[in-house]
């Protein structure tokens, strides 16, 4: 297994080393494309690697040669493996989507050569914070799809966009304020941010400062994970930016923020004192959203009010607090990537046969082009959660680990996750009706829609299908995973020194102070490298 550790950083390495490729190359398109499809499907490849390899236990390797606690390490566990797979699926499909896109368009005008580079520094950037062992690696990894997703959200320059952009933009810097604080404060308080040992620190200090240090990286991962009241700003960002951005955004940036609070909460509070808190949050935020999509008469919008009403289930599971709970919610969240990514790329393709989203506009597609309408209606019906599809397996999953644990705040949000569930499946089934079944207000001709676009947009419908074919063994594998988040010991033992890997502390660094002791307060030179 060991041998292996190589594969762990490729998810972040290979995005940016042919992120500056792509720049250099950007007057030949061709090159920047064929750079991005090789880097992304290595990642793909790397990234499955690693789902099958960590489930032995986690992979780790020290960033530099400096291993913890003194350097930033890597780390491939069970969830960031499968969080991995997931997005690196994701993200080659919507490449792939964008270039017959922009194939099919053939605007001189495009934005190529910045769109690849920064779609890549994108990639990279999940990747890193799916993989940090390190909180302020975290926060890099943030900083980085906050410059790269700025970009994107603005390509063409209208000033829609530009001013959806600067929306996200200023919240986006709001939250890492906030985590940049939090991570001050964290040091200040166990003079270190390697979460292996902040596990080991964090029992030992004020019971009060830990609460505040919880509330602070919470608040940052709530406005990334656009969990209510601070979910404002995605309805009227994401339906701006181009189909290809806005699926990718939809379909991972808030997702990194559930993983970074899934993350935390398990590793470093484990005692549970939020999770009354994060519950009404989660009932919150499924309730609102909810009721926003069903009020919508624009697609875009519709889905983006989905998106934020079902980042409440995710709360909800990671609420409970329960082995049953993460591993619904791990579930989840990998199911919602796909059918989410898939259901944007697809109103692409409605806008592009209907020639709007606005569902007043819209209709007869089910005639002009059936395909379209089945490709809508597999993961529309997937994420309201009709059985047997995967949705309707994360939803069950949720509610059996909310009735076992049985208290009446746990029943409200079973009883909340139910009402979400048919209200969203009103919501879909009338998009699906307006847009695909009812007589068009004018008569349009068949258009022609490029397989280079449908091919990509249904191999994710496909993949929400596969969700529901493999969903013993997903579902086995995330209460695997969801296991060794609770027991948090294979964690922290792969990531402290340990014989295998080397001592890797400083030379004023003693045993004691790595199991968990006082902080020193020097620093020197690394003993021993990473095996």
């Not at 941010?193 to 030992?204: D, I, K």
């Not at 980042?311 to 919610?329: C, E, H, K, P």
């Not at 922290?492 to 003693?510: C, E, M």
Request: aromatic content about 8%; hydrophobic content about 55%.
């Amino acid at each position: 297994m060991t041998d292996l550790t190589w594969v762990v950083p490729m998810p972040v390495v290979v995005p940016l080393f042919a992120a500056g490729l792509a720049l250099a190359m950007y007057r030949r398109p061709n090159a920047q494309r064929v750079i991005s499809v090789v880097a992304l499907s290595t990642v793909l490849l790397a990234s499955v690697t690693l789902l099958v390899v960590v489930d032995d236990g986690p992979l780790v390797i020290d960033v530099g040669g400096w291993a913890a606690p003194v350097g930033i390490d890597l780390v491939a566990d069970r969830l960031s493996a499968l969080m991995l797979t997931i997005s690196s699926a994701v993200t080659l499909c919507v490449l792939l989507y964008s270039l017959a896109q922009g194939n099919e368009d053939d605007e001189e005008s495009a934005p190529i050569s910045i769109f690849h580079p920064t779609y890549l520094v994108l990639a990279a950037g999940v990747a890193d914070a799916f993989l940090s062992g390190d909180l302020f690696n975290i926060y890099v990894g943030f900083e980085i799809l906050l410059a790269a997703s700025f970009v994107l959200l603005t390509l063409g320059g209208t000033g829609e966009r530009i001013r959806a952009g600067t929306i996200y933009v200023v919240v986006a810097l709001l939250s890492s304020v906030l985590f940049l604080v939090a991570l001050a404060m964290i040091y200040a308080a166990c003079g270190t941010v390697n979460l292996a040992q902040l596990a080991l620190r964090l029992p030992e200090i004020d019971p009060g400062v830990r609460l505040v240090l919880q509330v602070l990286l919470l608040l940052a991962f709530a406005i990334k994970a656009a969990i209510f009241p601070l979910s404002a700003w995605l309805p009227d960002s994401y339906p701006t930016a181009p189909a290809p951005v806005t699926a990718v955004f939809a379909g991972l940036l808030t997702k990194v923020g559930v993983y970074a609070i899934i993350r935390t909460q398990t590793l470093l509070f484990p005692d549970g004192r939020l999770d009354d808190v994060l519950m009404w949050l989660a009932l919150a935020t499924m309730v609102v959203g909810i009721l926003g999509a069903v009020a919508q008469d624009d697609i875009k919008r519709l889905l983006s009010f989905t998106l934020v009403s079902h980042i409440g289930y995710m709360v909800f599971g990671i609420a409970l607090a329960t082995d049953a709970g993460w591993t619904a919610a791990i579930y989840y969240v990998a199911h919602h990537i796909t059918v989410q990514t898939a259901l944007f790329l697809v109103v692409g393709l409605v806008e592009r046969a209907g020639g709007s989203t606005s569902l007043t506009k819209l209709g007869g597609l089910a005639k002009l082009a059936p395909v379209l309408a089945i490709l809508f209606f597999v993961p529309a019906m997937n994420l309201a959660g009709i059985p047997p599809l995967s949705g309707f397996l994360g939803k069950v999953g949720l509610l059996q680990a909310g009735v076992a644990v049985g208290t009446p705040l746990a029943y409200v949000l079973v009883v909340g996750s139910v009402v979400t569930s048919l209200l969203t499946l009103y919501a879909l089934v009338k998009a699906w009706n307006k847009a695909f079944w009812q007589t068009p207000p004018v008569e349009r001709p068949p258009v022609r829609l490029p397989f280079g676009m449908v091919g990509p947009a249904a191999a994710l419908v496909a993949v929400g299908l596969m969700l529901t074919l493999a969903a013993g063994p997903l579902y086995a594998y995330t209460e695997r995973a969801a296991v060794a988040l609770t027991e948090k010991t294979p964690y922290i033992d792969a990531v402290l020194p340990d014989g295998q890997r080397g001592k890797g502390v400083s030379a004023t660094f003693d045993e004691d102070d790595v199991a968990g002791a006082e902080p020193s307060t020097q620093h020197g030179t690394v003993e021993g490298g990473h095996g």
